[in-house]
Nanobody, 121 residues
């Protein structure tokens, strides 16, 4: 069974920084992409950043230039360095991994439980 576990959320003042981590565990055949989305109650889930195994990145417009995504492929772990945080970055940040498990014909998206990030003004 695949699990994604996030860590690193918390409360920080505007202008501060946080680093989120997400580790995938279980019987995994291969991971294509890992990344982060965020969710605010009453709003649509928003792309934060994604990173493929090949190194291609994609950032949401609202975080470009402030957030950086990185991966440790050997550890099946993705990181999100968040700098210059703003109150509007407050959300639950959810990690995902597009991966294949042994015997599966396709890759599927697996999701973590989410970690709360709160930015005070």
């Amino acid at each position: 069974q695949v699990q994604l576990v996030e860590s690193g959320g918390g409360l920080v003042q505007a202008g501060g920084s946080l680093r989120l981590s997400c580790a995938a565990s279980g019987t995994i055949y291969g991971i294509n992409a890992m990344g982060w989305y965020r969710q605010v109650p009453g709003k649509q889930r928003e792309l934060v950043a994604t990173l493929t195994t090949g190194g291609s990145t994609n950032y949401g417009d609202s975080v470009k230039g402030r957030f950086t995504i990185s991966r440790d492929n050997a550890k099946n772990t993705v990181y999100l360095q968040m700098n210059s945080l703003k109150p509007e970055d407050t959300a639950v940040y959810c990690c995902y991994a597009a991966l294949r498990i042994p015997g599966a014909p396709y890759e599927y998206n697996y999701w973590g439980q989410g970690t709360q990030v709160t930015i005070s003004s």
